[in-house]
T-cell receptor, first 117, second 111 residues
Framework: GAVVSQHPSRVICKSGTSVKIECRSLDFQATTMFWYRQFPKKSLMLMATSNEGSKATYEQGVEKDKFLINHASLTLSTLTVTSAHPEDSSFYIC?????????????FGPGTRLTVL | QKEVEQDPGPLSVPEGAIVSLNCTYSNSAFQYFMWYRQYSRKGPELLMYTYSSGNKEDGRFTAQVDKSSKYISLFIRDSQPSDSATYLCAMSAGSNYQLIWGAGTKLIIKP
């Protein structure tokens, strides 16, 4: 149980294009999902907290107009990187917090590696 | 000073050894403590979840929390090459569900 999927697992795009990453909780409902960014050999950096049916809460320094987050259902959140540039290249990971479960227990997706040329 | 301190390593030990991984923290409000394992280019996988102080054992893994010292540990017995990964500690006060992460320790188990 508690499986989270991400799609795509890897994407390469040209500078200036937009990329959408999907995060799905496959066998549980998640009112809250999180989006992280991870640089090589570094820990996870929280970008935003996504709550179903409401606007996402972004961490300081994260541009909400560049990283659009939509959490339209209890099993799906999407992150769209708009007008991507090479500096946006990174490993993006989502996590989901089960609606019913242990407090603060997040389950993670496998990650999406974005490369912007 | 970071809220959570974790030695990034790498920590290299021979197969079969007992591994000790540690994190210290400064926020006395933390009550939920977790250890995640992350293989290269994969998402983190929850290994241990502990609330408040005490020990918790699951197979070859033991998690310890000492709130008086603000110190948590993860022990791995009979370490295997497949245990080679980065181990991240994470903790929370429980008020807003966000986790505060350690830097992660890279562990290498040599056959």
């Amino acid at each position: 149980g508690a499986v989270v999927s991400q799609h795509p697992s890897r994407v390469i795009c040209k500078s200036g294009t937009s990329v959408k990453i999907e995060c799905r909780s496959l066998d549980f409902q998640a009112t809250t999902m999180f989006w992280y960014r991870q640089f090589p050999k570094k820990s996870l950096m929280l970008m935003a907290t996504s709550n179903e049916g409401s606007k996402a809460t972004y961490e300081q320094g994260v541009e909400k107009d560049k990283f659009l987050i939509n959490h339209a259902s209890l099993t799906l959140s999407t992150l769209t990187v708009t007008s991507a540039h090479p500096e946006d290249s990174s490993f993006y990971i989502c996590s989901a917090l089960p609606t019913s479960g242990r407090l603060n227990e997040q389950f993670f997706g496998p990650g999406t590696r974005l490369t912007v040329l | 000073q970071k809220e959570v301190e974790q030695d990034p390593g790498p920590l290299s030990v021979p197969e079969g050894a007992i591994v000790s991984l540690n994190c210290t923290y400064s926020n006395s409000a933390f009550q939920y403590f977790m250890w995640y394992r992350q293989y290269s280019r994969k998402g983190p996988e929850l290994l241990m979840y502990t609330y408040s102080s005490g020990n918790k054992e699951d197979g070859r893994f033991t998690a310890q929390v000492d709130k008086s010292s603000k110190y948590i540990s993860l022990f791995i017995r009979d370490s295997q090459p497949s245990d080679s990964a980065t181990y991240l500690c994470a903790m929370s006060a429980g008020s807003n569900y966000q986790l505060i992460w350690g830097a992660g320790t890279k562990l290498i188990i040599k056959p």
